[in-house]
């Protein structure tokens, strides 16, 4: 096995080789409802390598990823991202399991999957292995495929397409407020775009443009708001990088249409 990268935290109050205790505590669970993005890009700013995220990924921000995983109620999905990159079950390893007992939590996160179109195969790891039964969230008009009800909780918000801001206000109705979305580019772009999202990792200035990592140039304003940095962690050549919306910050003025 290979030796763990140490990941330092550069700023604030610099510290070196953090440990999995310190890390939980600088990312945390949020005292409210709220939504947690985490993205990797290249730096200059791709989204996949051949497709797929993997290939940006290294052993730290891998590291991250699984405690970022261990802190929430419901992990949420797009379709696209399940379907393209072969979600599996959601599990977590004994001392997270065991982390979350000893903090009141379900063993695991539920898995939470956003559809319109409702093309997804119940033989899928991610919904035939699940230790908890998945969410999908869907609308009122989707058909679902025969057995996805026998694997999974379909949600219906929305007449004809997915609300998600109710997607959301349902998930927290089910005890799982915290959330920790992972992509794809299309999801986060809806999120960002409508300042659904609390926090975020990976955006290189304090900006949310909206539309999602290159998702387009939409014109006006942006939509998504400013961000504050929390914190800056540096792990070899990687940068692990913490931004939250504040909660009490005003919601900017909606785009128009002539800018
Ligand atoms: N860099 C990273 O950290 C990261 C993370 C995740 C994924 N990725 C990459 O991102 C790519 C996938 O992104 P993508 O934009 O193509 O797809 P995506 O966002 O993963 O999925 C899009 C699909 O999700 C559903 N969906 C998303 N937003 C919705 C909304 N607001 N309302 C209703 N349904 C919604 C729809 O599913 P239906 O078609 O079923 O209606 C839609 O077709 C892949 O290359 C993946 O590897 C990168």
Redesign the pocket.
Known sequence: MSAEVPISRLWPAPSAGLDDAELTALYGRADRPHLRV????SVDGA??LD???AG??GEPDKRVFGLLRMLCDGLL?????????GYRAVRLDAPRRAWRREHGLAEYPTLVV???????DPAQAAFADAPVRPVV???AAAEAPPRLAEVAELVRCGAD??D?AAGLASCAGAAFGQVLC?????????FTGRRLGQRGL?PRRSLLRGG??RGGSPRGPPAGGELSLRHVLAAGGALLLRYARDAAAPAPAPPTASS
């Open positions: 985490n993205f990797v890009t989204v996949s497709g797929y995220s940006l990924s999905v797009a379709a696209g991202t399940l379907r393209h990159e956003v559809s319109g179109s409702l093309d997804l969230l869907t609308h397409r997915v998600l992972e992509g794809g580019r299309t999801l986060f772009g809806a990976p999602g990592p």
